[in-house]
Structures are given as C-alpha cells and as structure tokens.
C-alpha cells in the first residue's frame, strides 16, 4: 500500500468573524480612545471643582457684603453741613462712544416677507448714534480746610452729533452740577475716617463728600445681592457640570474595562491554535 496524504481547506471566515479578528488585534485604539476620553472628563472635572470654590468665595463674599452695608447709616455715619463748603476747581473730562441703532427699521408687510423695512440691499437700515460721557471731578474747601477733592460724577450725553473726542479741561462744561465759587451742602463723617465703613468712597483723607452717602449704602446693598447672585448661579453650574462629567467618567471607565476582558482570552494569554486531527497510514501519521 501507498501513503497517501489528504490536505483539508480550511473553512472560509464570515464577514462577522473577520470583523471579530480584526478587533481582536486592535484593542489597543479602542483602549486608548476610550481612556482620552476619560482624561478630558477628568480636565473638566477638575475645572468645575474650581469654579465651584470661586462660586462659593463669590457668594460669601457677597453676603458679607451684603451684612455689612444692612447695618450702616448714612444719616447717623455723616452730618449734612449745609452750604460749608465752596468750589474752587472744577475739572472736566469727556469722550466718545457709539452703537448702532435699529430703532429706524420699521414693522412692513410688504412682499419682502422679512418684517421689517428694507434698504435695495435686503437688509434693515441702521444708524450710528455717538454719545458723549462727561466726568466731572471738583476740589472744595470747608473754610479750615483746602484743596478737598470730590467724587468725580459721570453723565452721559446720548445721540450728540458725531464724535465729541476726548479732552479735559480745568474748568465747568456743559451739565455740570456745580459753578466755580459755588457754596454747595457737604457730609462729614460723625466719627474718625477710619472707623467708618469701608464701603462709603472717600474721595479725600477727612472723608468730606459732595455726594449723599445714601447712594453708597445702596451701591452697596445692590451690589453684595448681584455678587451672591452670581456666586450660587456659578455654583449651582459648576456642580451640574461635575456631576456630568463624573457620569461620563464612570460609563467611558465600564465601556474600556468591559473591552478589556473581552479581548483577554480565557486561561492563558495565548491564543489556541487549532489542531488538525492526525491518521496513521502505515506507521507514519498525516493530517486527515
């Protein structure tokens, strides 16, 4: 008898096994994507943990604020010394601002469809309007005292013709509130400058003011209420924003952890080669 060798053709792969084969040598892209991933969420993590401390150092902050200006007074803090004090200086300082004004597109129902107006370019006309901003700043005596100077008070002048520059000059303009030479009512603090609230604006070393402090202690009420506000808006976001990413962390973890035990074979770490059955013919042994 002869030997004679039989060679079997291995079965062709489906689609879906080559698919399976081809992941099977690439689980390392996936890995490596889902752990990108994983590090962006951890960035924004670590973002919002600090925009949560700044929410919550913005917040208490303006609550201390807050506190503070609902325990002052301007009418006990400052005395109101009526005509005491007299201008000597008046320094003015302006500028020029612009914006665009749409005010000029009007309601249409013509065929345009658009609702508004239209210039032979299909878009709404507008119109640049300048504004001029005046800042006024004066020095005052109180008789014993000299050379005081005051808060400077800003006014706006709006839809001026054309730009007004910017200039400043030793002298009163256009809507000033005080005349050199003027005797205008004054507040002096009750008491020393520095056991006063810091809140109030001295603009001088007594704390001689031309302005109501009123209108301090109200700054000051609006504005410790605005940056609490603010604060807890930001917390209350930075908070959210972690508690996505946290999400998205723990899923992007579960989705790489899952891929890795799928590409780990059972056993050991080699893959099982297949064994062709062996037939004996004549002492010597070849594949069936």
Same mark, same amino acid.
């Given at each position: ?28 892209r ?6 990108g @991933?994983?590090? %962006?969420?951890a +960035?924004?993590l670590? +973002?919002?943990? $600090? ?5 919550i ?17 301007a009418?006990?803090?400052?005395a #109101? ?10 320094q ?8 665009k ?20 370019? @299909? ?16 020095? +005052?005596?109180?008789g014993?005292? =000299? ?6 008070? =800003?006014?706006?002048?709006?839809? #001026?013709?054309g730009? %007004?520059? @910017?200039?400043c #000059?030793s002298?009163?303009g ?9 005797? $205008? =009512? %004054? ?7 520095g056991s006063?609230s810091?809140?109030? =604006?001295?603009? @001088? ?12 202690v109200?700054a000051?009420?609006s504005g410790?209420?605005?940056?609490s506000a603010a ?6 976001i930075? $908070? ?12 992007q ?5 899952m891929? $890795? ?18 037939q ?9």
């Open positions: 008898d002869v030997p004679v060798a039989f060679a079997v053709a291995e079965p062709a792969a489906s689609p879906v096994a080559h698919h399976a084969a081809q992941q099977q040598h690439q689980p390392h996936v890995v490596v994507r889902r752990t @991933n994983i590090a %962006c969420y +960035f924004l670590c +973002f919002g943990l $600090v925009a949560l401390g700044g929410g150092a913005w917040a208490v902050a303006g609550a201390s604020q807050s506190a503070e200006a609902a325990t002052m007074s009418e006990d803090d400052f #109101v010394e009526a005509g005491m004090c007299v201008v000597t200086e008046a003015h300082c302006w500028r020029g601002s612009s914006r004004d749409s005010s000029s597109c009007k309601s249409s129902s013509g065929s345009s469809g658009s609702g508004y107006s239209s210039s032979g370019s @299909n878009r709404c006309s507008e119109r640049v309007v300048w504004s001029c901003h005046d800042s006024y700043t004066y020095h +005052f005596s109180t014993a005292e =000299t050379g005081l100077k005051s808060e400077t008070v =800003t006014i706006e002048r709006g839809d #001026v013709n730009d %007004c520059g @910017n200039q #000059v002298s009163a256009p809507g000033s509130k005080y005349s050199i030479g003027d005797s $205008v =009512t %004054c507040w002096r603090p009750t008491v020393g400058p006063i810091d809140l109030y =604006t001295c603009p @001088n070393a007594p704390c001689v003011k031309l302005e109501d402090p009123e209108e301090d109200q000051a009420i410790g209420a605005m940056s604060g807890w808006v930001l917390v209350l930075s $908070v959210c924003g972690m508690a996505l990413c946290s999400f998205g962390m723990w899923r973890g579960r989705v790489v952890r891929q $890795v035990a799928a590409f780990q074979p059972a056993g050991n770490h080699q893959q099982p080669q297949y064994q062709y059955p062996q004996a013919y004549g002492g010597v042994q070849y594949p069936q």
